[in-house]
C-alpha cells in the first residue's frame, strides 16, 4: 500500500532563517507531487506541484521553492522565512488527473 | 477549472442527516465532482467521487442532478465525530487541484 511521510512534524523558526520540508511517497511509481499551505482557520493554499522529477510549477510567487531530486521526493524550502510563512504545511501525492489525492500528516511551521 | 462556491458553515446535531450544496455552474463536460473532509490538524481525506446521478459509499452519498450545475454531499446520522471542514472540488481537467474554504460543520450533542 501507498504512503506519504512528511517531516519534520512541527517547527518553530526564527524570521530570517532557512527552511527545508521533506515529502516522501512509498509504494507508487511517478506520482504528481503538491505542496500546500494553511493559514490558521482558512483554506488550502496550493504552492507548488510536480508532474515528474525536476518539473515544478509554482502557483504563488513568494519566498518559498520546491525541488524533485527522486520520484518519489518533494522538498520545500526557503533562504530567509517570513512571519506569513508560519502555517500548516500539507504534502499531497495522486497518480492521475482523476484520481484521490491523499495527504501527508502535514508539518505544523511557527515562525517567530 | 470550474468555480465552486458552498456554505461557510452548517450546524447540526447528532443523528441528524447533514446535506452540504455545492455550486458549480460552469462545470466541464469531463469534470469529476470531488469531496474531502477535513479534521483539525490533518490533512483532507477524499470522501467520495461522482460524475452524475447519485454515488453512495460507507460514508456519504452524492446526489447530482442532470445539469450537474450543483451537487449535494449527504451525511446521514451525523455524530460528533464528523465535525470537521467538507471541501467541493470539480475537475481535473489540469494537473493542479485547488481547494477553497470549504464548509465547516459543527455537530452538537
Known amino acids: 500500500s501507498q504512503t506519504i511521510h512528511q517531516w519534520p512534524a512541527t517547527l518553530v523558526q526564527p524570521v530570517g532563517s532557512p527552511l527545508s520540508l521533506e515529502c516522501t511517497v512509498e509504494?507508487?511509481?511517478?506520482?504528481?507531487l503538491y505542496w500546500y499551505r494553511q493559514a490558521a482557520g482558512r483554506g488550502l493554499q496550493l504552492l507548488f506541484y510536480?508532474?515528474?522529477?525536476?518539473?515544478i510549477s509554482s502557483e504563488v510567487p513568494q519566498n518559498l521553492s520546491a525541488s524533485r531530486p527522486q520520484d518519489r521526493q518533494f522538498i520545500l524550502s526557503s533562504k530567509k522565512l517570513l512571519l506569513s510563512d508560519s502555517g500548516f504545511y500539507l504534502c499531497?501525492?495522486?497518480?492521475?488527473?482523476?484520481?484521490?489525492?491523499?495527504f501527508g500528516p502535514g508539518t505544523r511551521l511557527t515562525v517567530l | 477549472l470550474a468555480k465552486t462556491t458552498q456554505p461557510i458553515s452548517m450546524d447540526s446535531y447528532e443523528g441528524q442527516e447533514v446535506n452540504i450544496t455545492c455550486s458549480h455552474n460552469?462545470?466541464?463536460?469531463?469534470?469529476?465532482i470531488t469531496w474531502y473532509q477535513q479534521f483539525p490538524s490533518q490533512g483532507p481525506r477524499f470522501i467520495i467521487q461522482?460524475?452524475?446521478t447519485k454515488v453512495t459509499n460507507e460514508v456519504a452519498s452524492l446526489f447530482i442532478p442532470a445539469d450537474r450545475k450543483s451537487s449535494t454531499l449527504s451525511l446521514p446520522r451525523v455524530s460528533l465525530s464528523d465535525t470537521a471542514v467538507y471541501y467541493c472540488?470539480?475537475?481535473?481537467?489540469?494537473?493542479?487541484?485547488?481547494f477553497g474554504a470549504g464548509t465547516t460543520v459543527t455537530v452538537r450533542a
Open positions: 510536480s508532474v515528474g522529477i525536476g518539473q
Open positions: 509504494g507508487t511509481s511517478n506520482p504528481n
Open positions: 461522482g460524475y452524475k
Open positions: 472540488l470539480v475537475g481535473p481537467n489540469d494537473y493542479k487541484l485547488s
Open positions: 499531497a501525492w495522486r497518480l492521475g488527473l482523476t484520481d484521490t489525492q491523499y
Open positions: 460552469n462545470i466541464a463536460t469531463n469534470d469529476y
